[in-house]
Structures are given as C-alpha cells and as structure tokens.
C-alpha cells in the first residue's frame, strides 16, 4: 500500500504565497507521475499541475506563470510553489500519484486533501 501525505496548506491574502508538499510512502517501486488537482466548492476536481519522470510538466491554463511543480525523487515528494495567489484558487488541494508496486502495475494515490484559502 502506497500513502501520499501533504501539508502546507491555510489562509493566505490575495497576492500571497504558499508551498505545498506530498510525501508518498510505502510498498514502492518506482513513481511515474506526480501532481496537484484541486476543488472548489460546487465544482469538479481540476488537475493543476502533473510533473511526470520523463520530465514532462503540465499546468492548467489559469494558474501558468503563478505555480511551480517540483519534485525531489529521493525524498517521494512533489511540491507545489503558489505565488501571486487569488480568491479564485481557493479549494481543496489534492496530491495525486500513479505508482508502480512490488507487482509491477502501475496505480493511481490521492492524498487527503489540504485546504488552501485566498481571502482579505
């Protein structure tokens, strides 16, 4: 079993700065892809960002310029840098990873969840 835990989340003024991390741990072979979707309330979880091990890196047209994904491959961890923040990236922040097991077949991890509030 696989687990993403992230952190970095909270209450942040527009214009403002956060960095997320997701840490996965457990019963891993190797990472293909990791990345960040979100949710706002009363809409669909929207992909933000994926940083996948080919060196592929993907963002959302709304966030470009604002947010950075890395990741540290000896630690498991992807980090989301947020800058410039406004009230329309307020949701909930998901990690996500697809994993390649013991068995050898890739699966798709969520994490928990992080909120993360633009607000004045």
């Known amino acids: 079993q696989v687990q993403l835990v992230e952190s970095g989340g909270g209450l942040v003024q527009p214009g403002g700065s956060l960095r997320l991390s997701c840490a996965a741990s457990g019963r891993i072979f190797s990472i293909n892809a990791m990345g960040w979707y979100r949710q706002a309330p009363g809409k669909q979880r929207e992909l933000v960002a994926t940083?996948?091990?080919?060196?592929?890196?993907k963002y959302v047209d709304s966030v470009k310029g604002r947010f950075t994904i890395s990741r540290d491959n000896a630690k498991n961890t992807v980090y989301l840098q947020m800058n410039s923040l406004k009230p329309e990236d307020t949701a909930v922040y998901y990690c996500?990873?697809?994993?390649?097991?013991?068995?050898?077949?890739?699966?798709?991890?969520w994490g928990q969840g992080t909120q993360v509030t633009v607000s004045s």
């Open positions: 996500n990873a697809v994993v390649t097991g013991a068995d050898y077949y890739p699966r798709a991890y």
């Open positions: 940083d996948t091990s080919g060196g592929s890196i």
